[in-house]
């Protein structure tokens, strides 16, 4: 496909749930700092897929984060690394999963006036989830990822309408609000949340028809990605002020927040369907690559049929239990950029950087000066990934425990 067709679809698989959270950071940090993270996070992530971009070119076989870490790791490493990327992708996909579940219920809870307890609404949505995934081929994802794309954004604009007749917001808006440390970590890894498209550009650039042209695919995509987070954080957070709800939907009234969830419901269920499907053809290809058939999602027998079954039955089941666990909007998403989005977005294409410039790291003024800043993202991966564990972690505790399934409102 050409650039611009590839950045439409990055933009499209990139905008979902993490849109929905940007409101609610700009209340725990303030409106200057919240707009200053987004954009700083975003220069950050728009480097490390460049990164991308260039170990893709001299490595065109790449096209995963298991493949690249598999030629980082080395003759000596490179298995161990690739199964450790192997396995953060697909906790992060199962996570994405439970966000998804979640997401789920909070909308049939909105749309319903909480007419049935949560622990079903979740429920309800696994199987709806469940049945979606079934068919065992994703013909068309790109539109599949427009029409979620579209779908968020609808939601998003019916939203900023909806706070913009507000007669009065709900809280006071301040330009920088001295929150604690936790809340306001939280929120940081929240952005990290919405910059996690990372893990599929090495896919996006295989399909591409000249790979070179990644860049301004890149450059179309955080452009697009970084304007709409701006836009719609500051309007919804400035006419709802510090009661802004997350996700933040439910900011838009009780009419106008039944048709943002009723838009939203594409995003909500065919993004999980897409991580589910990826999750799992990913396991299913682990389990047959010692096999000479490995193309057994298109050989339509029992088994292959009751294998299909089987993993997609599990991996929504694990999802469940998660977002039953986890059923803060917020702390979902937080500790999932936490435990992945910290490497897959900013400190593993760091790493990507050293393998490809290791020999001239110190030579001139220019690799210096990167090396210094691919050291710092390494840095910032660790400080998500460590810190960002812990106070989501404090926060699961402190705000969720109360709520693990349970019939309890989990929209905050």
Not at 335 to 353: E, I, K, Q, R, Y
Not at 366 to 393: E, H, P, R
């Amino acid at each position: 496909m050409k650039w611009w067709h590839a950045g439409l679809v990055m933009i499209a698989e990139t905008v979902s749930l993490g849109i929905l959270s940007l409101p609610k950071v700009l209340s725990e940090v303030g409106l200057i700092p919240g707009v200053i993270l987004i954009i700083g996070l975003s220069a950050i992530a728009t480097y490390t897929g460049y990164i991308i971009g260039q170990f893709k070119q001299r490595y065109p076989q790449t096209h995963s984060m298991a493949d690249a870490g598999w030629i980082i790791g080395g003759p000596k490493y490179g298995r161990i690394v690739k199964e450790i990327c192997g396995v953060g992708q697909l906790g992060f996909l199962i996570f994405c999963m439970s966000a998804h579940v979640l997401s789920f219920a909070i909308m049939l809870n909105v749309l319903t006036d909480h007419k049935m307890c949560t622990i079903w609404f979740m429920f309800i949505g696994m199987i709806v989830s469940l049945i979606c995934t079934i068919p065992r081929t994703l013909k068309h994802m790109a539109f599949l990822a427009i029409a979620s794309f579209l779908s968020v954004i609808g939601a998003v604009m019916v939203t900023m309408v909806g706070v913009g007749t507000r007669n009065q917001p709900t809280g006071p808006v301040e330009m920088v609000r001295k929150e604690s440390f936790i809340p306001a970590f939280n929120a940081v890894t929240n952005i990290c949340f919405a910059y996690a498209g990372h893990l599929t550009f090495f896919t996006f650039i295989s399909e591409m028809k000249n790979p070179k042209d990644f860049p301004k695919a890149l450059a179309l995509l955080q452009i697009s990605d970084t304007a709409l987070y701006v836009l719609s954080a500051i309007v919804i957070y400035c006419f709802t002020g510090y009661g802004v709800a997350s996700p933040a939907l439910r900011s838009a009234g009780v009419t106008l927040g039944k048709v943002a969830y009723g838009l939203a419901s594409a995003t909500i269920i065919i993004s999980g369907v897409v991580n589910a499907h990826v999750a799992a053809k990913y396991i299913i290809v682990r389990m047959y690559r010692n096999e000479a058939n490995t193309d057994n999602l298109n050989i339509k027998t029992k088994k292959s049929w009751m294998v299909w079954l089987g993993l997609i039955t599990g991996l929504w089941i694990i999802a469940w239990l998660i977002a039953e666990a986890i059923p803060v909007f917020n702390n979902l998403l937080s500790l999932t950029a936490a435990l992945f989005v910290s490497w897959f977005t900013f400190g593993l294409n760091a790493l990507f950087w050293f393998h490809l410039n290791w020999d001239v790291k110190f030579k001139g003024k220019k690799n210096i000066w990167l090396t210094c800043v691919n050291a710092f993202i390494i840095f910032v991966g660790l400080v998500v990934m460590f810190v960002g564990t812990y106070t989501s972690i404090h926060g699961i505790i402190h705000e969720a425990a109360s709520q693990v399934f349970s019939c309890a409102d989990n929209s905050l």
